[in-house]
């Protein structure tokens, strides 16, 4: 199970800290991601993190902006989202692959197995 949290409303410049727990299976062995959904789109890629942390990858729009981490030992995910614009509201997405990263290969939606219920993210302008 994959419980996030921390959304909330925010204004254009500010900050969030979204968390994602894990319980239930191995933390350490997935590949973990965040993911996006706006209204009327397709759900999207925003980072992913190895299993040891050692590799991480963003989309383009949130490069220099959003940073990914987990804590394997508390069987937690982070994205750390600052510098937000409207353009990032959106239902925010936790997701498990049971793969190994690849970089360049970690974006489709096919590729991961578990997902959390998402936590929704609005920043007015």
């Not at 909330?8 to 239930?24: E, F, I, M, T, Y």
């Not at 096919?110 to 007015?124: I, K, P």
Request: aromatic share 12%.
């Amino acid at each position: 199970q994959l419980v996030e949290s921390g959304g909330g409303l925010v204004q254009a410049g500010d900050s969030l800290r979204l968390s994602c727990v894990a319980s239930g299976r191995t933390f350490s062995r997935y590949l973990m991601g965040w993911l996006r959904q706006a209204p009327g789109k397709e759900r999207e890629f925003v980072a992913a993190i190895s299993r040891g942390s050692g590799g991480t990858e963003y989309a383009d729009f949130v490069k220099g902006r959003f940073t990914i981490s987990r804590d394997n030992a508390k069987n937690t995910l982070v994205l750390q989202m600052n510098s937000l614009k409207p353009a990032d509201t959106a239902v925010y997405y936790c997701a498990a692959a049971d793969k190994y990263f690849s970089r360049g290969n970690n974006q489709a939606k096919s590729l991961y197995d578990y997902w959390g219920q998402g936590t929704q993210v609005t920043v007015s302008s």
